[in-house]
């Protein structure tokens, strides 16, 4: 059996579905999996073992050039790299038009979400094989079951991501156990104040932890210095790839992030997280695993550095 699976961005959603490919790999040992993503998110998928091919996109990309010939020589390749195989299923778990049309550039049966329970009702035109999934599930369950109805198996076991990742002998880390501090997000608004981070890292000091900050934007970068030069024992990393930051992850005793792919990483590599929300509900999407994880606050709600040390705690404990 050859199975391909379409979920294209954002990072956190990526990584939502990978316990998709751990279900299906449990019920069909020996089934071939390919993944259709953005090539910025390719590492996410490479990192499981039951990921046998990568057929990567760059949708963000060719928006910004549709004006250019090399765009589409981009897109006539993906749409052949797409097209090469015959696959026994194709599983749009994305739910947009712009993953549909992806998909149907493959060839096989096209299974997806029915126009109820789809991101966008119109992408359920392009699926030979429609099903309807509650809306009201977490991202990772709603992931979970479209696959399980559209392959015909049930997903009722414990949510398995199916990664993992050897600890960083990176050079620059502290010589003491670390906690990685998340601390970068994709709108101001879901920030946890600085001054939070600089009593969360002072009290983790005293406790004999180490703050580790990767970040990636220069605004990024600047957040990440600032607040390891006001906490004893901090280190602001260098520009990390996602392999690195999984290893980075990997070798912490705990992760505290803000809304944002890698926080979901964290938990996905089962390292005990406490992820903040400051301007969204985390009911639907917030961190969900298998190992320690808690979400605090909420909409218009910014935990305070008290509570969130509290969980650090009892995740490490």
């Known amino acids: 059996m050859r199975i391909l699976i379409v979920k294209t961005s954002s990072l956190g959603d ?58 589409w020589q981009q897109i006539g390749e993906a749409r052949r790299n797409l097209g090469q195989a015959n696959y026994d299923a194709i599983v749009d778990t994305q739910g947009l038009l712009k993953s549909a049309l992806l998909a149907r550039q493959a060839h096989g049966p096209h299974l997806g979400y029915a126009a109820d329970s789809a991101r966008e009702p119109l992408a359920a035109r392009f699926y030979d094989k429609r099903f309807s999934v509650s809306r009201e599930l977490h991202a990772v369950l709603r992931n979970r ?99 690195e930051l999984a290893s980075l992850l990997a070798g912490g005793r705990a992760a505290v992030g803000v809304d944002t792919g890698l926080t979901h990483l964290a938990v996905a590599l089962k390292v005990p997280t406490v992820a903040l929300y400051t301007a969204t509900d985390p009911g639907l999407t917030g961190v969900l695993g298998a190992g320690f994880h808690c979400n605090l606050g909420g909409k218009k709600q910014v935990p305070s550095a008290a509570a969130v040390l509290a969980e650090v705690e009892a995740g490490l404990a």
Not at 31 to 41: H, K, L, R, Y
Not at 171 to 179: E, F, K, N, S, T
Not at 203 to 226: D, F, H, I, M, T
Request: glycine share 8%; hydrophobic share 45%; net charge neutral.
């Open 14 to 71: 990526v990584i939502h579905n990978l316990p998709v490919v751990s279900d299906i790999r449990r019920h069909f040992p020996e089934a071939q999996v390919d993944w259709c993503v953005e090539q910025s998110f390719a590492a996410i998928p490479r990192l499981h073992p039951g990921v046998a091919g990568i057929i990567p996109v760059a949708i963000r990309q060719w928006r910004k050039g549709l004006l250019k010939g090399a765009t």
């Open 145 to 243: 079951r479209l696959a399980a109805l559209a392959l015909g198996y049930s997903a009722n076991d414990e949510t398995d991501y199916g990664i993992a990742a050897e600890p960083g002998g990176f050079g620059w880390l502290p010589h003491r156990p670390y906690v990685v501090f998340l601390t970068a997000t994709s709108r101001d608004d879901k920030l946890w104040p600085e001054d939070h981070w600089l009593a969360l890292g002072r009290q983790l000091n005293s406790l004999g932890l180490s703050a580790v900050l990767p970040a990636g934007s220069a605004v990024e970068r600047a957040r990440a210095e600032r607040l390891a030069a006001g906490i004893p024992g901090a280190v602001a990393a260098p520009p990390m790839s996602i392999p």
